[in-house]
């Protein structure tokens, strides 16, 4: 008997996962954006597309700068056990949509919008679904709050680790927190405010450690990104949100959800314990320890995490 239950439970878990399947679609003139699309044996209706963070980040949340944690996939494949759809792709002029564009660096929020709807009608073809909510994680969070501005077809916002400040401000905190960047925060500070004033960052004299963050290449998008304020956009959402943070986050803090919540009154705020920015479990304030796990795709996620995304989905 026991073999049959243990028997029976492993059916069950094969039958609840689905095998994910390569999704195309339409991207810039000419390109194609690349993504992974999982829909459950037994699906409740619900599709949601995962919006991936800042930087060279890939679908399943991992990045050549050391990130490795996998938190999207494993995001992707805890929905399924819910039931729930879900879409993950790559950004324009990255990875499997590399050749979407010929400079991933040549893009504005306004593209991976674009990019995004494009996702949303793809999804929704695909499994027949009247709308699709929006995972935005870090980054993803904004171009999610961006999204929703004229996308009747949008279920509903889930905020994941998602600033409720302008990036500048945010940057500024994150250089701060780390006592090892004292030296460099003058320097920081001056090309922050000219990003902010619309204008490009002399680098000439920077010291290369801050050259990755300020590099010429990306001036653009940053001054471009520097415009939007998260609190204003989700204030003109106007559809159900969840702004889910861990307490253990190294660059996002709970400020960010707190303000992000004070301007959306009526969202669903939930704060995750134990949970740091790749959304795994994190049991103490040791920065080394938080960002080892950054390099561990076989961390779970946090608990709590797929918990609370499904519980909101299903009640709203």
């Known amino acids: ?30 390109g194609k954006l690349a ?26 949340g991992n990045n050549p700068l050391g990130v490795k944690a996998a938190p999207y ?20 002029g990255l990875f499997g949509s590399k050749g979407a ?12 919008v674009a990019d995004v709807r494009s996702w949303i009608a793809s999804a929704r073809h ?10 935005g994680h870090s980054e993803g969070g904004l171009v999610a709050l961006a ?3 004229d996308t009747p077809d949008v279920c509903g916002l889930v905020l994941v680790a998602a600033a409720g400040r302008k990036l500048g401000v945010v940057i500024r905190e994150q250089l701060q927190a780390n006592p090892a960047n004292a030296p460099l925060l003058d320097q920081a500070n001056i090309a922050l405010a000219s990003l902010e004033a619309g204008q490009h960052a002399d680098v000439s004299a920077m010291n290369p450690a801050l050259l990755p963050l300020f590099r010429p290449q990306v001036q653009d998008f940053l001054i471009d990104e520097m415009s939007y304020d998260p609190a204003k956009l989700i204030a003109a959402a106007g559809k159900p949100v969840l702004i889910l943070q861990g307490k253990r986050d190294i660059q996002i803090s709970v400020k960010d959800a707190q303000l992000l919540k004070e301007a959306d009154p009526k969202a669903e705020l939930v704060l995750i314990d134990d949970a740091n920015h790749v959304l795994k479990s994190v049991a103490s304030d040791d920065r080394a320890a938080n960002i080892a796990t950054y390099g561990n795709p076989d961390l779970p996620l946090a608990n709590g995490i797929v918990e609370s995304i499904a519980n909101f989905m299903e009640g709203n």
């Open 101 to 112: 564009v010929a400079d991933a660096n040549a893009v504005r929020i306004s593209d991976y």
């Open 1 to 30: 008997m026991r073999r049959l239950i243990a028997l029976l439970a492993v059916v069950w878990a094969l039958q609840a996962h689905a095998d994910p399947e390569i999704l195309i679609v339409d991207g810039p003139v000419g």
């Open 147 to 149: 999204t929703v501005k």
């Open 73 to 92: 996939r494993l995001l992707a494949e805890g929905l399924g056990e819910k039931g729930i759809a879900t879409v993950r792709f790559d950004k324009r």
């Open 126 to 135: 695909r499994t027949g679904a009247k709308c699709v909510w929006l995972i």
């Open 35 to 60: 993504g992974t699309i999982a829909v459950p044996e037994k699906p409740n209706g619900q599709v949601a597309i995962i919006i991936p963070g800042s930087g060279p980040t890939d679908r399943d």
